[in-house]
């Protein structure tokens, strides 16, 4: 079974820093590993799919990567803003199912 | 572009009552659906998924269920509500036709949040 975890579990930044979220699984057998953004009280907002062929993506400030042999995946966001707060949640995609992290809430202070 | 709905956004039951949570997916066709739920301190858990209408497949034993009428409808439904069906219901959809659902991106709804009392 399938299991994801997500450290930290809450993360507080000044506006401006680099910061990295940190997310690991134990099933190395992945299809691909998903990214998500959750504002409180709203539905998830996909960021970022990483294909288990591939080693990362980026979007605009924001860089994912994959380490399918260590089950370990980083979601890597440049120069944080206030408006980058929010939950961060990653999920990994395999046995056709898809399994879930308890998330990074992520708070960036101006 | 597609767009996905929800509602009611919230809802307050009594233990014991039914419930019927909708959700509908616009600009797409042969989506699967997806249902989840989550709650306080448990992440989000997956309860039924859809790869077509009238095809359901259930993740969890529980006292909900759930139905495709319509190619873009996914219904959650309950007879008699518990005091644990309390959460953040969530649905989503992503692009149908592949051989396993979950592989692509899911895209997610507003969100019905919950409460039982």
């Known amino acids: 079974k399938q299991e994801v975890t997500q450290i930290p579990a809450a993360l507080s930044v000044p506006e401006g820093e680099n910061l990295v979220l940190n997310c690991s699984f134990t099933d190395s057998a992945i299809y691909n590993l998903q990214w998500f953004r959750q504002d409180p009280g709203k539905g998830l907002t996909s960021l970022l799919l990483i294909q288990s062929s591939q080693r990362e993506q980026t979007s605009g400030r924001l860089n994912a990567s994959l380490d399918k042999s260590s089950g370990r995946s980083t979601l890597y966001i440049a120069a944080s803003q206030p408006g980058d707060s929010a939950t961060y949640l990653c999920a990994a995609v395999s046995g056709s199912r898809l399994t879930f992290g308890e998330g990074t809430q992520l708070t960036v202070n101006p | 572009s597609q767009t996905i709905h929800q509602w009611p956004a919230t809802l307050v039951q009594p233990v014991g009552s039914p419930l019927s949570l909708e959700c509908t997916v616009e600009?797409?066709?042969?989506?699967?659906l997806y249902w989840y739920r989550q709650a306080a301190g448990r992440g989000l858990q997956l309860l039924f998924y859809s790869v077509g209408i009238g095809q359901i497949s259930s993740e969890v034993p529980q006292n909900l269920s759930a139905s495709r009428p319509q190619d873009r409808q996914f219904i959650l439904s309950s007879k008699k509500l518990l005091l644990s069906d309390s959460g953040f219901y969530l649905c989503?959809?992503?692009?149908?036709?592949?051989?396993?659902?979950?592989?692509?991106?899911?895209?997610f709804g507003p969100g019905t949040r919950l409460l039982v009392l």
């Open positions: 989503a959809w992503s692009v149908g036709g592949l051989a396993e659902p979950h592989q692509e991106t899911q895209y």
């Open positions: 600009g797409t066709s042969n989506p699967n």
